[in-house]
């Protein structure tokens, strides 16, 4: 991998983690275009760099996190379904890994989900994701274990299960974005000594590579973030659903066309 190949996929990071519309089809787009190879340090790369995204999450929203200790209280709360869920469906979840088509299939239907999930809730009662119950939080929590299945998006199954406990679009929004740092945070240990423990290390060259990476992620996840809560609020789902549907076709169109495509 060489800076640019980095870059790119920092700024795809950054734009896609919080968008409902599933980073990990744009990761296989990306580098199938680039000709990526898929190496260890590859697939690492693109998990650490998350930490660089939910660092934007932290920036943004400081003030929610110095309030009081029950914010932390439903994160962990809406965190351990799909914890659980992933520990015991680890292997399962690596040959879905492992399959173009399921990310090009749930991109469809996800982005079929999203055309009519405004007219599905559309009486919200939560403007302020502060307000939510710890039942509410482990409910949206549930919602999040869908995104277990590649190219379903954390932020769209979080996103959607916060509006189904009368959450406003824009409060529900901002949950998945602070129920993103558990889980991101998580996944980046694990992935980091699932690494070291099959006897892999850094060179100076992968060391730069990842700091570059997440200063890329971290800039644009924060430009992301102010551009989907405007749309979102302003026009709603349907957007980003015709947007995944687009992707996923994409993504069929090349599997059948004989491309070599493989999750990163």
């Known amino acids: 991998m060489n800076y640019l190949e980095a870059i790119i996929l920092a700024i795809i990071e950054g734009l896609t983690e919080f968008l409902p519309v599933s980073s990990t089809g744009h990761m296989i787009i990306a ?5 990526l190879e898929t190496t260890a340090f590859v697939k690492l790369f693109t998990i650490v760099i998350q930490l660089g995204t939910i660092l934007s ?29 992933g520990l015991a469906l680890n292997d399962v979840i ?19 989900a ?8 559309n009486k919200p009662t ?8 710890l039942k509410q939080a482990f409910i949206i929590g549930c919602y999040q274990c869908l995104a277990l299945i590649p190219g379903t998006s954390r932020s769209a199954s979080t996103i959607v299960g916060a509006m189904a ?3 406003t679009r824009k409060a529900a929004a901002e949950f998945s974005f602070f129920l993103a ?31 570059v990476g997440n200063i890329v992620g971290f800039i644009v996840a924060i430009i992301a973030i102010k551009f989907f809560i405007g749309i979102l609020t302003k026009y709603g789902f349907k957007v980003f ?3 995944r549907i687009a992707i996923g076709l994409v993504i069929l169109i090349m599997l059948l066309g004989g491309h070599s495509l493989q999750v990163i």
């Open 57 to 85: 999450v932290f920036v943004l929203y400081w003030k929610r996190f110095f309030r009081s200790m029950d914010f932390y209280y439903k994160l962990v709360v809406a965190a351990i379904p799909a914890s659980i869920l």
């Open 126 to 133: 939560t403007d302020n994701s502060d307000n939510i119950t």
């Open 31 to 35: 580098s199938a275009l680039m000709g």
């Open 114 to 121: 999203l055309l009519f999930v405004d007219k599905w809730f």
């Open 181 to 211: 740092l558990p889980m991101m945070f998580g996944a980046s240990i694990v992935k980091l000594a699932h690494f070291f423990k099959e006897g892999h290390t850094f060179s100076g060259h992968e060391i730069n590579l990842l700091i």
């Open 241 to 243: 659903g015709w947007y």
């Open 165 to 167: 406990q009368k959450l």
């Open 94 to 112: 690596d040959s879905l890994l492992e399959s173009p088509m399921t990310v090009a299939i749930m991109l469809v239907l996800g982005g079929i």
